[in-house]
């Protein structure tokens, strides 16, 4: 049974841990508006949600044998490793930066908003298991 | 718990804007500036904006890599009883365009409202997540 708790809750602990990294990266996009060169990042959610909730690694995992502590190491650190992307500018600007404004704060507020969604979904969760467990 | 980094790049974001600001107030006091302590017109100033180390996540905030004198001509005013003026009339005026700096004004204090926004909402998510639970 409280395997069975933990896979309900592995699920929003993941999205969770992904719209924290994901409001970052959208913040850092807002932040450097004015950057020059800056390009804005974001990342595939829905991919990268199944990539962890999957238990087969996928071959973007495989790794270089480090023979040396000089080597670099080929595994991505982060959260999202290396599924950043980059996004396509609509309205390229002279100065290289590639931040729309417009689009990167709505994704903002929808990251935000769904950040808020999958809290109220584990409240819900707990408040279903308490009410289980008090048996009224 | 990386929601704290969002204050942490919406703070450099809003340091790095104000020091804008700062030096768009220094230009538009300075626009009339014909000499100053070393005998030279006004000079405009401008900020460089650089991005700062990305952290694990990808995530960078800004900083303001330095401050650059504008290297536009001077301005010539014809103006033949100033006490500075050269042996032609004329008076080397700041180039400091007065348009141009409060187009920039605008765009830092929007900019400015864009990082405050950003904490606050980040600031609500925080406080929903300690009601986990509850």
Do not use: W
Not at chain 1, 26 to 54: G, H, M, Q, W
Not at chain 1, 75 to 103: E, K
Not at chain 2, 101 to 118: G, H, I, L, W
């Amino acid at each position: 049974m409280i395997n069975k708790l933990d896979k309900e809750l592995n699920y929003h602990h993941n999205a969770l841990s992904l719209r924290v990294a994901r409001q970052e990266l959208l913040s850092s996009n807002v932040a450097n508006a004015d950057t020059p060169n800056f390009k804005a990042k974001d990342v595939d959610f829905a991919n990268i949600l199944n990539e962890r909730l999957s238990s087969t690694p996928s071959l973007k995992k495989v790794n270089i044998n480090t023979t040396s502590a000089m080597h670099i190491n080929s595994a991505a650190s982060g959260t999202f490793g290396d599924n950043i992307l980059y996004r396509v500018p609509l309205q390229p600007s002279v100065d290289g930066n590639t931040v729309d404004m417009d689009m990167e704060r709505t994704r903002f507020a929808d990251n935000a908003i769904k950040y808020d969604a999958s809290i109220t979904f584990i409240n819900n969760e707990f408040r279903n298991l308490t009410s289980a467990m008090l048996e009224r | 718990m990386s929601l704290f980094n969002v204050f942490g790049i919406a703070s450099s974001a809003m340091s790095a804007q104000s020091q804008r600001l700062n030096v768009v107030a220094s230009n538009l006091s300075n626009a009339d500036s014909v000499t100053s302590s070393t005998g030279e017109p006004y000079r405009g100033r401008q900020v460089v904006f650089s991005t700062l180390q990305a952290d694990a996540n990808g995530a960078s905030g800004v900083k303001v890599a330095g401050i650059v004198h504008d290297p536009s001509p001077m301005r010539q005013v014809f103006e033949p009883k100033h006490p500075l003026a050269d042996k032609n009339g004329y008076v080397t005026m700041p180039n400091v365009n007065v348009v141009d700096e409060m187009v920039n004004m605008m765009s830092a204090s929007r900019s400015y409202q864009n990082s405050v926004d950003m904490m606050n909402t980040t600031k609500s998510l925080l406080q929903k997540t300690l009601t986990i639970g509850q």
